[in-house]
Structure formats: structure tokens, C-alpha cells
């Protein structure tokens, strides 16, 4: 929200009628704006996308490709916005959660201003692009047997001093099902090789009822929100 009161938004699309033969869909990441606290919104498009072909025989049972389950953060210096995503695409060494960023002065017209982050700079176009994982995925969205973080959502701890990502990892049988939550830490958005190695925070047998899909953090204090929380928070996955 801006101090004027205008909301950016920005959503995961999921397209029909992408495979002729299944239901397979591709999704994609797209911008809104809204100027009345969200009872109505502008759509600005999509400003995330893949560039690979659609992989129609694709085993994992949701995606034949695309970007999408992210989450967008501000930096601290409010100079850019970046976008933690999932790409379900492409050769395995660019599958897994990615980053991309966008100039915060861009934010009311984000046509053509993200770029992905590849081979240690902000260099490709949002749209189409290479990338470079973060968290790269070990086998392939493609197979059966996919083996890959995914559903990053992002968050600044001001205990800790450090941006906080809680992730999904789906293994290593068709249906995602979750091996559990993971975290790594994080004190410098730009600079995506600082991301530490993922750590464990539930197994799956932990999740109950649920399969431990979309983990997410909220502040507990005054101005706590799913964006900044403190040294303790209430810790929500699958929406419980």
C-alpha cells in the first residue's frame, strides 16, 4: 500500500484449455492496481512468464510448464520489489524457485520492467528469459518423480535482522506429495547466492490432515503482517 493509500496487487494465473488432452494448465504471474482498498481492481497484466514450451506430457499432474505459487517483497531501501517463484519449466537446471525484481518506481506501470535473475545478474526480460534457481530443483517438475522446493513466501523477521523464505518440497512421487516445511535466511535480497541452505522446520508426518501445501508467517505485534514478524509468530500452513 502506498502512503496515498493505493494497493499493488499481484496474482498466479492458471489459463484453461492448455492441453488439448489433459488439464494440465501453465500458469503465469500477472499485476493489479486498486485505488479504493481493493473493492474494485485494474488489471496491469502479466509481467511473469515462461518462455519454454508447453510440456503436455509433463508427470507431475498440475503444471506443463509456466511460473507461479510466489510470493513479492519490498526491499528495505524501497528500490525494488522482488518476486520469489516457482518455474515449472524449461531444462531442470532452471526449474525451481527463482527471483526476479522490479524498479519500486515502476510499481504503476509494470509493463516490460521485471527481470529474472541469471548467471549473477538482473539481466532477463520478466517475460520469456533464462534463470538461474535459487533453490534449484533436483528432478525435473516434468517427471513423475519430481524432487523440488516450490511455494516460496517471504517475509522480514525483525528479530532476526534477516529476510525469512518457508517453502514446500514436493518428492519424489506423482501428486506433490510434501516431504515438509523448509526455511533459509536471507540479509541481502540482491544478492540471491546468500539465500542459506534449506532447513527442515516440520516433516511431513507432522502436517496431519493436510498435505503441508503453502506455509506462511503472521506478525503477531501492532504493524505485523504475512510481509514483517518478529521473534514470534503464528505460523499458518494450508490456511490453519
Given at each position: 500500500r502506498?502512503?496515498d ?5 499481484w ?5 484453461g ?5 489433459n488439464k494440465?494448465t501453465?500458469?503465469?504471474?500477472g ?10 481492481v ?8 515462461s518462455?519454454?514450451?508447453?510440456d503436455?506430457?509433463?508427470?507431475n499432474?498440475?503444471f506443463?510448464?509456466g ?5 513479492v517483497?519490498?526491499?528495505?531501501q524501497?528500490r525494488f520489489f522482488?518476486f520469489?517463484?516457482t ?10 524457485v527463482?527471483v ?5 518506481d ?10 529474472k ?7 532477463e ?7 538461474s534457481?535459487?533453490?534449484?530443483a533436483?528432478?525435473?517438475w ?15 523477521n525483525?528479530h532476526?535482522?534477516r ?8 518428492c519424489?512421487t506423482?501428486?506433490w506429495?510434501q516431504?515438509?516445511?523448509?526455511a533459509s535466511?536471507s540479509?541481502n535480497l ?9 532447513i ?9 490432515h493436510h ?7 503472521l506478525?503477531?505485534e501492532?504493524?505485523?503482517?504475512d510481509?514483517e514478524?518478529g521473534?514470534v509468530a503464528?505460523l ?5
Amino acid at each position: 500500500r502506498d502512503p496515498d493509500g493505493t494497493l499493488f496487487l499481484w496474482y498466479h494465473n492458471e489459463p484453461g484449455g492448455v492441453c488439448a488432452a489433459n488439464k494440465l494448465t501453465r500458469p503465469r504471474i500477472g499485476a493489479a492496481i486498486s485505488y479504493d482498498n481493493g473493492k474494485t481492481v485494474r488489471d496491469l497484466g502479466i509481467v511473469l512468464d515462461s518462455g519454454d514450451p508447453v510440456d503436455c506430457n509433463a508427470k507431475n499432474g498440475f503444471f506443463a510448464g509456466g511460473h507461479g505459487d510466489f510470493s513479492v517483497i519490498l526491499d528495505r531501501q524501497r528500490r525494488f520489489f522482488y518476486f520469489f517463484f516457482t518455474n515449472y519449466a524449461g531444462a531442470l537446471e532452471e526449474q525451481g524457485v527463482a527471483v526476479a525484481r522490479m524498479p519500486y518506481d515502476a510499481r504503476r506501470d509494470p509493463a516490460g520492467a521485471v527481470t529474472k535473475y541469471y548467471r549473477g545478474r538482473w539481466g532477463e526480460p520478466g517475460i520469456g528469459g533464462h534463470i538461474s534457481p535459487v533453490f534449484p530443483a533436483r528432478v525435473s517438475w516434468q517427471a513423475a518423480n519430481t524432487d523440488s522446493h516450490w511455494g516460496p513466501s517471504i517475509h522480514w523477521n525483525t528479530h532476526l535482522r534477516r529476510f525469512v523464505i518457508l517453502m514446500n518440497h514436493a518428492c519424489c512421487t506423482p501428486g506433490w506429495p510434501q516431504v515438509g516445511v523448509y526455511a533459509s535466511f536471507s540479509a541481502n535480497l540482491a544478492n540471491p547466492a546468500s539465500w542459506s541452505h534449506p532447513i527442515r522446520l516440520l516433516e511431513n508426518k507432522q502436517l496431519h490432515h493436510h498435505p503441508g501445501y503453502y506455509p506462511q508467517v503472521l506478525g503477531l505485534e501492532r504493524n505485523g503482517t504475512d510481509r514483517e514478524a518478529g521473534q514470534v509468530a503464528r505460523l499458518y500452513v494450508h490456511g490453519e
